[in-house]
């Protein structure tokens, strides 16, 4: 079993672009590794999806030992040469029941096919069981996560050990740091479709992070079952690197049109919203929808993967430029059931700060509430309460959006008896001696983004910073008078006044 296969590359928020060194080479993350069924007749092939740009494909190997036993190569049977993934027959478990295979049968099978990442026989969870079969489907898993150790231990591929428990958090987290210490090459999360097929992303965002915490961040995160384009960026910002799927050929069967915000009916499209080399060869979708059936699912399949391609170096490149956060909202912001589970990361933002890098090549977008939370600004938070003090105990409070140019002139060269601070904008409260650092004035921002919340924690923090004076200059936001009231009730003399005192 190969311990250390991964190498980060760059990082932002959970998400990173690493480098998974397979044997048959590398692949850069996060990637899908979309599913192939090399007994499916007409079926987009796994060297067309290689030929598409995919670093690699993921089959099933229960499906080969019930079809081709005698097979000895799952890369020859593919007809590839890039990193291939063997699932063991756990979503077959899922679906039906039952499957006729020992975990130390598809573990030497695994072997025999010669694939660059395995998993073990896992017992699903699935997304809706009850918590007492979430609890018994979590820690079966994890015993046959321990048994396979001796079955693994000299190999050298990727072993992947899967973590159920579905939505239950309790019982993944658990479960999550036991499977942890067993040191595999690579974990997963478990028994995701079920959820997704119903959009419901929010339990599936909660796993997700609950696992990514437990694990150790040198270790590469699997999502099963994660194959529309809309989750990509979420789910990488989650600490997810590879995902693997067939949803582009099931969605294909359905006449279902894929595109990065969303899935459409052809049967409901004029045109084709995308210039992949299948759209481009129709100039309307009834075109398309006039392909005799098995073309028409062809050709859709190998669209649906084209926007799963362009999706996954749009990610990879939000992660390289620092700006996940505004890539994976975006992404949320086109259902409601992503926006609830965009949540997660607003939530455990503060987990998020050593993740986040504190220079970017561009500035900060904040668009509502939710932004105030991202890792950039409660960094700054935390270093406004440990490690900044005041100059003086008399504080001269500027609105941050309401500053004319000769007040920017002043604001540079404040007075000596002064603190001077902007107040008000996504950063709370700035002191003027750090205003042009990054990133406190490299943003653009929607108006009305501060909460009286926010207001009431400005006057706590000057309070706490010993600040006895405050001269506020007055901007008409109705939100001062929630400040002033706040430091007059915690002892602070106040004035106000309509300029500064140039």
């Known amino acids: 079993m190969i311990l250390d296969p991964f190498e980060v590359l760059s990082t932002d928020l959970l998400g990173r672009v690493g480098r998974l060194k397979t044997r048959k080479g590398n ?17 987009v092939s796994a060297s067309e999806i290689v030929d598409l740009g995919f670093q690699g494909v993921t089959t099933n190997a229960y499906l080969i030992l019930r079809n081709a036993p005698e097979c000895t190569s799952v ?31 598809i573990i030497a099978f695994q072997k025999r096919l010669e694939s660059d990442i395995a998993v073990i026989l896992d017992v699903p969870t699935g997304g809706y069981a009850s918590e007492e ?45 036991q499977t942890a210490a067993l040191d595999y ?19 599936l965002a909660r796993m997700v992070w609950v696992v990514r915490q437990r694990i150790p961040y040198g270790k590469p995160l699997h999502l099963f079952g994660a194959g529309h384009p809309i989750v990509f960026a979420l789910f990488a910002a989650l600490g997810c690197d590879t995902f693997d799927s067939a949803a582009y050929a099931i969605y294909a069967r359905d ?40 073309e028409r699912e062809r050709l859709l399949a190998l669209h649906n ?34 926006k609830a589970a965009f949540r997660v990361l607003v939530e455990g933002a503060e987990k998020l700060i050593p993740f986040t890098r504190t220079r970017k090549r561009r500035g900060l977008f904040f668009y ?8 950039e600004v409660l960094a700054f938070k ?38 001077v601070c902007l107040w008000g904008g996504p950063f709370l409260i700035i002191p003027c001696e750090i205003a042009h650092t990054y990133p406190l004035s490299q943003f653009e921002a929607a108006d009305c983004l501060i909460s009286e919340e926010d207001v009431l924690w400005i006057a706590d923090l000057l309070v706490a910073k010993g600040v006895s004076e405050v001269l506020l200059v007055r901007s008409g936001d109705p939100l001062e008078s929630i400040l002033l009231e706040r430091l007059r009730s915690k002892g602070v003399q106040i004035q106000v006044c309509d300029k500064p005192p140039l």
């Open 185 to 203: 090459s690579m974990y997963a999360v478990g028994s995701p479709t079920e959820l997704l097929e119903e959009y419901n992303v929010a339990p």
């Open 27 to 43: 692949i850069t993350t996060p990637a899908l590794l979309p599913v192939v069924n090399p007994f499916i007749p007409n079926a």
């Open 255 to 294: 006449d279902r049109y894929m595109t990065p915000y969303g899935t459409k009916r052809l049967k409901d499209l004029v045109e084709l919203p995308c210039s992949c080399s299948i759209c481009k060869k129709f100039s309307e979708a009834k075109e398309l929808l006039d392909v005799p059936k098995p």
């Open 75 to 105: 890369h020859n049977l593919l007809k590839i040469e890039s990193p291939v993934m063997t699932d063991s027959g756990a979503y077959q478990l899922l679906r039906y029941g039952t499957i006729s295979v020992d975990q130390e049968r």
């Open 382 to 419: 935390k270093f406004l309460k440990e490690k900044w003090f005041p100059r003086t105990s008399k504080v001269l409070l500027l609105r941050a959006d309401k500053l004319e140019p000769h007040l920017e002139r002043f604001f540079l060269n404040p007075p000596s008896d002064y603190q």
């Open 305 to 338: 993967l084209n926007i799963c391609l362009q999706e996954e170096k749009a990610v990879r490149q939000a992660i390289r430029e620092g700006r996940l956060w505004e890539y994976a909202k975006a992404r949320c912001l086109a259902h409601p059931a992503l």
């Open 368 to 375: 509502d509430h939710d932004d105030l939370n991202r890792p």
């Open 133 to 177: 079969q979430a609890m018994r489907t979590a820690i079966a898993t994890y015993q046959r996560a321990v048994e396979a150790l001796p079955l693994i231990k000299d190999d050298n591929r990727i072993w992947v050990a899967p973590i159920q428990g579905g939505p239950y958090t309790h019982i993944v987290d658990r479960i999550a740091a």
